[in-house]
């Protein structure tokens, strides 16, 4: 729900440039391949093979679904990736010049960021870091005053694949989903998370997917920011900024079962720079492990925008995080933290999507 107008971006990224931020900001290029033969296994998630492991990516060559009905390729692991540990913090005492700091993770697929985007005046540290087999993210502020006195959120850490077109931040990216690329080809890519969800002190506004889909670098009118939002305390529908536009059906893998679950969707359209959709779980999800069609979510999304006249046909993916929006009573001590045990990409056929 990141209600960011004009004035606030343009702010921020004043100060941002003028305290040098954008100097840690970056292509990621990959380490050097290499190769070893790993056995995975979970009783969490849904794979259960041999693999051979390169550069973070996958190749099934057996694929067990206990029954699920489901048949998963091209496994990409994005966490855990490598063993070295990485973090990103945003401190007070270094604001606003960390507010975009960042770290890599193992081949460089993840990039780590705190990302306290509306914390004008605050006090505290918020950090997103990786120990070498999952990323946690851990805020403990104290706010004073927002950039945007009217948003819900104090700031968005979290972990991205791909390129932010707010600030030009990318990754690495596997050959499985090589974004930027056109959002009609996506097809039926999983993306899997193995997430807990620990609410501590902060008003939890929504641990989400952000995802972007623009037209190409940049923000220009026309591109959207699609929000799934897997837990979140209130739904849009509370607020008449949204217009909900209806609901539909993804084909969810929740805690290793394939089900058919509704969703609702709503959307927030400008003129410029860009429109904000957002899709809920009628059942929101704090823990567990939760894969979503990607290639299914767009469809959806792109179905029920088009009803208002707006469309996704011709634009770019371009990046995809994950991340918890949080907020509080100012002066209060917030704290709130979040674990990814797992994120993981793979191309799914299912009994749903097989003949498609």
């Known amino acids: 729900m990141r209600a960011r107008t004009a004035v606030v971006i343009t702010a921020v990224l004043t100060a941002l440039i003028v305290f040098g931020a954008f100097s840690a900001l970056y292509r990621y290029t990959p380490a050097k391949t290499t190769t070893v033969t790993e056995m995975i296994y979970s009783t969490k998630t849904i794979y259960a093979t041999t693999t051979t492991y390169v550069t973070s990516t996958i190749t099934i060559t057996q694929t067990t679904s206990a029954g699920m009905g489901i ?4 496994y990409t692991l994005l966490v855990p990736n490598g063993t070295a540990p990485a973090m990103a913090e945003s401190t007070s005492s270094q604001w606003p010049s960390s507010m975009m700091a960042a770290a890599y993770v193992g081949d460089g697929y993840v990039m780590l960021t705190p990302y306290p985007w509306n914390s004008k005046e605050w006090s505290g540290k918020i950090d997103v870091s990786y120990n070498g087999s999952a990323a946690f993210a851990f805020v403990d502020e104290a706010y004073r005053q927002k950039y945007n006195p009217s948003a819900p959120v104090l700031g968005y850490p979290s972990l991205r694949y791909g390129c932010d077109p707010l600030f030009s931040a990318c990754t690495a990216v596997a050959p499985i989903l090589p974004l930027p690329m056109p959002v009609n080809e996506v097809g039926h890519v999983y993306s899997v998370l193995d997430y807990e969800l620990h609410k501590g002190t902060c008003n939890i506004t929504d641990f989400s997917y952000d995802i972007w889909i623009n037209h190409g670098s940049g923000l220009t009118a026309g591109d959207y920011e699609v929000m799934l939002w897997l837990y979140y305390a209130e739904s849009p529908a509370s607020s008449s900024w949204y217009t909900d536009l209806g609901g539909g059906y993804l084909t969810l893998l929740i805690n290793g079962s394939l089900v058919q679950e509704h969703v609702e969707v709503y959307a927030h359209f400008y003129a410029n720079p860009w429109s ?12 567990g492990s939760v894969g979503v069609d990607l290639g299914q979510l767009f469809s959806l999304v792109n179905s029920l925008i088009s009803k208002q006249g707006h469309s996704l046909n011709g ?3 371009t990046s995809i995080d994950i991340g918890l929006e949080y907020d509080g009573t100012p002066n209060a001590n ?7 045990n797992k994120w993981a990409l793979a191309y799914a056929k299912n009994k749903y999507n097989e003949t498609s």
């Not at 957002?278 to 704090?286: C, E, F, N, S």
């Open 276 to 287: 904000l959709i957002i899709v809920t779980l009628d059942k929101p999800i704090a823990n």
């Open 334 to 340: 917030l704290t709130c933290s979040y674990v990814v």
């Open 315 to 317: 634009l770019q993916l």
């Open 71 to 74: 048949t998963l390729s091209n």
